[in-house]
């Protein structure tokens, strides 16, 4: 049987995976979006606090006596790049991009909501503390991509337009 000690560093390693196939995907979207300034500044944003996550996390298993997993992290990083290479085939990229962001947000916050759970089941204070933290930054950034996927449509909509009518010119 697992205790809840063990089972929280089994969550952390599989959240630390999590935020580096984050770090590999927001990075591959920043250097995508030169199109769209306002997309790409929250973007870089979420990827510093990404980076500030995966040093909480790590901070949470060393006080645990444990580590981040590489392989799980390698294993992210694989996946995350795939989605970027299918992403560029597609023409609307921006937008396709945002709302794949959108998603991966969602599945943070449920990972956070749960880990919450489990370190404080383990009593595990500070881990507690540190992914409340964590999730409210995620919460954020789903709340700003909500507000912004709108704007987001109509500049490439606008983009489109342009391009046809120079075409047509
Ligand atoms: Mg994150
Ligand atoms: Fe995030």
Redesign the pocket.
């Known amino acids: 049987m697992s205790t809840p000690r063990a089972h929280l560093i089994r969550c952390l390693r599989d959240a630390y995976a999590m935020e580096k196939h984050?770090e590999t995907m927001l990075g591959a979207q920043a250097c995508r979006l030169g199109d769209d300034a306002h997309l790409r500044i929250h973007i870089q944003h979420?990827l510093h606090?990404?980076l500030g996550q995966q040093a909480m996390l790590a901070s949470c298993l060393a006080r645990l006596g444990s580590g981040p997993s590489l392989i799980k992290g390698m294993a992210g990083e694989i996946t995350a790049f795939s989605q970027v290479v299918i992403g560029m085939t597609m023409r609307d990229e921006v937008v396709k991009g945002a709302m794949s962001t959108y998603a991966?947000?969602h599945a943070?916050i449920a990972a956070y909501t749960a880990l919450v759970s489990v370190a404080r089941a383990a009593g595990d204070l500070e881990t507690t503390r540190i992914c409340e933290r964590i999730l409210q930054?995620?919460v954020e950034?789903a709340g700003w991509l909500s507000r912004h996927i709108p704007a987001t449509v109509t500049r490439y909509l606008m983009g489109v337009a342009r391009k046809r009518d120079e075409a047509t010119r």
């Open positions: 984050s979420h606090e990404t991966f947000e943070e930054q995620e950034m």
